[in-house]
């Protein structure tokens, strides 16, 4: 059994920044890739960005250069950092971890709120 737990979500003002943090528990691997996916209202829940064990990194083409993943293997911890941010990026965001070898170790958080308006 896995558990994810997801903190920082909240509102920010537009330019602002936040910083998201996922804690997962349980039986993980350290094979296993981690992700930020988010999903805003009226809108299918869309990739934010990937990391994986060794550290590669994969973005949503949109977000390149606002928001930067990273992960803590050690505490098996994925990050979000989330900067310049504008109205659009207001959604739940989720995070997600799964191994790439057994597709049902597919695991996912609760999701947290993240609102950008003045």
């Known amino acids: 059994q896995v558990q994810l737990v997801e903190s920082g979500g909240g509102s920010v003002q537009p330019g602002g920044s936040l910083r998201l943090s996922c804690a997962a528990s349980g039986s993980i691997f350290s094979s296993y890739v981690s992700a930020w996916y988010r999903q805003a209202p009226g809108k299918q829940r869309e990739l934010v960005a990937a990391?994986?064990?060794?550290?590669?990194?994969d973005y949503a083409d949109s977000l390149k250069g606002r928001f930067t993943i990273s992960r803590d293997n050690a505490k098996n911890t994925v990050y979000l950092q989330m900067s310049s941010m504008k109205p659009e990026d207001t959604a739940v965001y989720y995070c997600?971890?799964?191994?790439?070898?057994?597709?049902?170790?597919?695991?996912w958080g609760q999701g947290t709120q993240v609102t950008v308006s003045s």
């Open positions: 990391v994986s064990s060794g550290g590669s990194t």
């Open positions: 997600n971890w799964k191994s790439p070898y057994v597709s049902q170790y597919n695991y």
